[in-house]
């Protein structure tokens, strides 16, 4: 314990430090007015040159190489390297990233993510005549959109069906569920049939539970906030009576808070642990992988979500948008790639390879596609689509929601208790405007 | 926090001395060319890479953020963070006045209570075990009980989550018993349980190494000489090993409640803060908020995780001290 002269004299300097950044913080303020977006720079045709760095979440990135081939066919001059982030951490990592100012050309932002990263003012608007905006699902295209201007190009789009294990519920004698009735009737028939938990939901509770949750809230004619995105509407009577239903298949042990986890989910299905959950498109690849397409085509169905108590039909919708940021070293390759995504006869390759749906309406009347039975559930769903609340605070209000369903689904409250109390905390939170 | 540990110890040649003493002390007197002038460039040169790097990844993060917590910063202005208005404390009254963050301090507060003691425990009595008990392969056990530390704890927590599932290998064993094994992720207090069982596996192996140098440093002189006096093996334990690694165990438990209060990876890769929120820590708490675009909240919610790490490391080297 000698040698403690230096400490006050290397506090002091530091408090300084500190003080004096203090000052030239406190000097500046929030601007009035906010910076003029970038006027868009239009994109032209020539192929594109140079390197571009792309950001991509999830399964897709996997699969991306084989268009990154094609890209490179007709514009031989272009280098591509992908980085995959993982999905649980993209909204994060990017924010640092733009925070720091050294970004990827392009970003893939599923649809969840784009509400908290648009608002960073870290992404460019599409330039104008880039592609054509009516050529794209409305809901596609809308995500991107911000006080009525794009910042994004719409990759793929897709309605959540309920896939459903028919040769289990002919097995069992059930019927096929069209309505809530009818899903827990399915649901209590197989469950006395020897199926562990019939339903599977997502767990663990998150933002993804309470997108889910939205989707049965829109079927009892509610949702989690109001249409023009100004207000939390989580304890409202509709989403009350929604979770009431919602907990009660956890009460009686159709569904477990606790298994299956997402890497269960196939083997759950496909051993028959469980059999019916709500996924998108790309869960039949992923049954086709770990058993086989026949077997997938003998005793699986991808069915529209049963409806709510008056007649009410909802799916979650998603998708999302290739977007530059505004720090990108190369946004002219970037937009041209975005470009040449979403053009007809790519958008249907990517189909053919991952089979994740076209975001380009038309594509949808393309053989392939129109004559396919088991997608026209899905085309169905996308024209009740219900999409992620459109705002910057959803990431911190889906998990207070995602908690009040914890609650209720481990029986420690009741639905509109737990609303109530979630309905408080979002208010608090508000709607980041 | 290496900077509170080496000052505050004193301990001769470590990095984070800010310069020798032997230079603070007569420096002013001396010319440019005198020998003790060369001597302190000498020596600023030496410790310059440090400094460079100290300022650059510690100093000025830390000195940012810290004057970012003071603002209402959110994720709109991260691209332009000047762009921000002063609000004083209100952050800082915010979170902690945030039941979430409440519950995360108590969280942490009670991984630090489990974790500390049980590391500090497990770890001393292998270390005393490979030091006196064990002769044979005592390599070999060092080695096995030293690989936690260095194993992937992302690969570690894969396996965790598998092994703990309902009806996973853990359950299996326990019900093999005849008794129903708990449900880890679903029950809050056995989700803490097994975040505690994850970090205490992969800590114990720093606690014996530390305590395995400490004992070997005691001199086998003071035991023959007490056997001579007459002292049994718990006397010598008791008046000699304790005492002379009173040092060793300082730096041990500071090591691992600084280690313990900054608790991120377990709840985060193992339980993801769940269920119920009853496994988040601050360390968490402060990551989420970030991600949740709430910038200013989660820099003072990580200031005030430094003040207390500050806090609790000064009250330990305070009762631990060396007695003289």
């Not at chain 1, 999905?87 to 784009?114: N, R």
């Not at chain 1, 996308?382 to 009040?404: H, L, M, Y």
């Not at chain 2, 290496?2 to 002013?28: D, E, Y």
């Not at chain 2, 332009?80 to 108590?106: E, Y």
Request: glycine share 8%.
């Amino acid at each position: 314990m000698h040698s403690r002269s230096p400490r006050p004299r290397t506090f002091m300097a530091a408090t300084a430090g500190i003080a004096a950044l203090t000052v030239v913080l406190a000097g500046c303020g929030r601007a009035d007015a906010p910076e003029d977006a970038a006027s868009p720079q239009a994109i032209d045709d020539a192929p594109a040159t140079g390197t571009i760095e792309i950001w991509a979440a999830g399964g897709d990135g996997e699969q991306l190489p084989e268009m990154f081939d094609l890209f490179q066919e007709q514009n031989p001059d272009v280098e591509i390297n992908m980085t995959q982030v993982p999905e649980d951490d993209f909204v994060a990592k990017m924010t640092a990233a733009i925070s720091g100012g050294s970004v990827p050309d392009l970003v893939y932002l599923f649809t969840e993510f784009q509400p908290t990263l648009l608002d960073t003012g870290g992404f460019s608007p599409v330039p104008s005549g880039l592609v054509d905006d009516a050529a794209f699902f409305d809901t596609a295209w809308d995500a991107s959109v911000v006080d009525g201007v794009a910042y994004g190009v719409p990759w793929y789009t897709y309605a959540r069906p309920f896939i459903i294990r028919t040769d289990l519920t002919e097995a069992a004698g059930a019927e096929v569920p069209t309505d809530w009735d009818g899903l827990r009737a399915w649901a209590e028939t197989l469950q006395d049939s020897g199926v562990e938990t019939p339903l599977d939901l997502v767990i663990p509770f998150n933002q993804y539970t309470s997108l889910q949750f939205d989707m049965f809230a829109h079927q009892a004619g509610g949702g989690l906030i109001s249409d023009d995105l100004s207000a939390w509407t989580i304890n409202d009577p509709a989403n009350v009576e929604a979770l009431e239903f919602w907990g009660s298949l956890y009460a009686d042990g159709l569904a477990s808070p606790d298994e299956p986890v997402t890497m269960d989910w196939v083997s759950y299905l496909s051993s028959g642990r469980s059999a019916g959950l709500y996924n998108g498109p790309w869960f039949r690849g992923w049954l086709v992988d770990a058993n086989s397409a026949e077997w997938v085509d003998e005793n699986i169905a991808l069915i529209e979500p049963p409806a709510g108590p008056d007649g009410g039909r909802a799916a979650q919708v998603g998708g999302g948008n290739w977007a530059v940021p505004v720090d990108a070293a190369n946004p002219d390759a970037a937009w041209k790639f975005a470009r040449f995504m979403s053009e007809p006869e790519n958008q249907l390759h990517w189909y053919e390879i991952f089979g994740n749906l076209p975001a380009v309406e038309s594509v949808w009347d393309e053989p392939e596609i129109a004559d396919n039975a088991v997608l026209a559930p899905i085309r169905d769903s996308i024209s009740v689509g219900v999409t992620v609340p459109k705002v910057p605070t959803w990431g911190e209000v889906g998990e207070v929601v995602a908690e009040a369903m914890e609650r209720v689904a481990r029986g420690q409250a009741e639905p509109q208790e737990a609303l109530d109390q979630a309905q408080a905390q979002a208010e608090a939170i508000g709607v980041g405007d | 926090m290496s900077l509170t540990l080496t000052r505050t110890t004193g301990g001769a040649g470590q990095a984070g001395s800010p310069r020798p003493p032997v230079v603070r002390a007569t420096s002013r007197r001396r010319s440019w060319h005198s020998a003790g002038a060369v001597q302190s460039r000498t020596g600023w040169l030496f410790v310059a890479p440090f400094l460079i790097l100290f300022a650059l990844f510690t100093a000025i993060p830390v000195a940012t953020s810290f004057a970012m917590s003071f603002t209402d910063i959110r994720s709109r202005e991260i691209r332009n963070p000047l762009a921000v208005d002063f609000v004083g404390f209100d952050n800082f009254i915010d979170v902690l006045s945030d039941p979430t963050f409440q519950r995360a301090l108590l969280t942490t507060l009670v991984f630090v209570a489990l974790c500390v003691p049980l590391s500090l425990v497990i770890g001393f009595v292998l270390a005393l075990a490979l030091d006196t008990g064990i002769r044979r392969l005592r390599s070999t056990f060092r080695a096995v009980i030293y690989v936690p530390v260095i194993a992937n704890i992302v690969a570690a927590a894969v396996i965790w989550q598998y092994a703990f599932t309902p009806s996973g290998p853990v359950n299996t064993a326990i019900e093999s018993l005849g008794v129903a094994g708990p449900n880890w992720f679903g029950d809050p207090a056995w989700a803490v349980a097994n975040v505690v069982i994850l970090s205490v596996w992969r800590n114990i192996g720093t606690c014996m190494v530390l305590f395995l140098a400490g004992l070997q440093a005691v001199p086998n002189e003071l035991y023959e000489a007490s056997s001579l006096d007459g002292a049994g093996g718990l006397r010598s334990a008791w008046s000699i090993t304790l005492p002379l690694l009173r040092p060793t165990t300082l730096l041990v438990s500071v090591l691992m409640t600084v280690a313990f209060l900054n608790i991120f990876e377990e709840p985060y890769l193992l339980t993801g803060g769940g269920p119920l929120g009853s496994t988040r820590s601050i360390a968490l708490w402060v990551y989420e908020q970030f991600g949740f675009g709430n910038v200013a909240g989660s820099m003072a919610g990580s200031f005030i995780l430094l003040l207390l790490v500050g806090i609790v490391a000064l009250v330990q080297f305070r009762v631990l001290r060396p007695k003289h």
